[in-house]
């Protein structure tokens, strides 16, 4: 099983990025996919999820508006579209596979497969 994460980089303020996440060793479509995202000294936030099953997405505020969430099936990825980004939004992402959805998409406990990250840095 493996979850690849690319598209990261350095970008300045007001920018966008794409990021991707690549799938293979598992039913992609039986799977809902998030995106989770750690600063530096930080915890762990979710900042997006999608429900290969059934297409359905979620969003914490902080990105509502800003980033996009997809998922080609046919391909096993999921995407990231980002755009105007900040300097806040600074971090290392990764996507994260689970079978069951819990009660929270966006606690980081209990995803069944976690890719290593791609780093995100926008400058001011």
């Known amino acids: 099983v493996q979850l690849v994460e690319s598209g990261g980089g350095l970008v300045r303020a007001g920018g966008s990025l794409k990021l991707s996440c690549a799938a293979s060793?598992?039913?992609?479509?039986?799977?809902?996919i998030s995106w989770f995202r750690q600063a530096p000294g930080k915890e762990r936030e979710g900042v997006s999820c999608?429900?290969?099953?059934?297409?359905?997405?979620y969003y914490k505020d902080f990105v509502k508006g800003r980033f996009t969430i997809s998922s080609d099936n046919a391909k096993n990825t999921v995407y990231l579209q980002m755009n105007s980004l900040k300097p806040e939004d600074t971090a290392v992402y990764y996507c994260?596979?689970?079978?069951?959805?819990?009660?929270?998409?966006?606690?980081?406990?209990?995803?069944?497969?976690w890719g290593k990250g791609t780093l995100v840095t926008v400058s001011s």
């Open positions: 994260a596979a689970v079978r069951h959805l819990g009660d929270d998409w966006s606690d980081d406990y209990g995803w069944d497969y």
């Open positions: 999608i429900s290969n099953s059934d297409g359905s997405t």
């Open positions: 060793g598992f039913t992609f479509d039986d799977y809902t």
